[in-house]
């Protein structure tokens, strides 16, 4: 089981930037991030939750919905068992609660339905 927890939300004004973080509290060896491709998601009240972004086990292959490519960046760093998103010219449609997530399996892609295991949420808001 991997226990995900963000922060970094906030109000911003359009044009800014925001850095999200998760860090996974790390149980057993099993629960460890390094074991998981990791994702952001997002849910903006009325729409349903979309992938943000993707980063694979060792951080090599990034992928991000068209929306956020050229402005979002996902990075990790396994010795933290930390996950961001950096988040650069924000929209007012970026507004949303963004979610980090990890799968069940060895999935490393952006289809929200094959993630198991999900943080609280975090709100951005873009003014």
């Not at 491709?37 to 090599?60: H, I, L």
Request: contains cysteine; charged residues 20%.
């Amino acid at each position: 089981h991997v226990q995900l927890v963000e922060s970094g939300g906030g109000s911003v004004q359009a044009g800014g930037s925001l850095r999200l973080s998760c860090v996974a509290a790390e149980s057993n060896a099993k629960s460890s991030m390094i074991n998981y491709c990791m994702g952001w998601f997002r849910q903006s009240p009325g729409k349903e939750r979309e992938g943000v972004a993707r980063v694979s086990t060792q951080g090599r292959s990034t992928d991000y919905a068209d929306s956020v490519k050229g402005r979002f960046i996902i990075s990790r760093d396994n010795a933290k068992n930390a996950l961001y998103l950096q988040m650069n010219s924000l929209k007012p449609e970026d507004t949303a609660t963004y979610y980090c997530a990890a799968p069940r399996s060895s999935y490393c892609g952006l289809k929200e339905g094959l993630y198991g295991y999900w943080g609280q949420g975090t709100q951005v808001t873009v003014s």
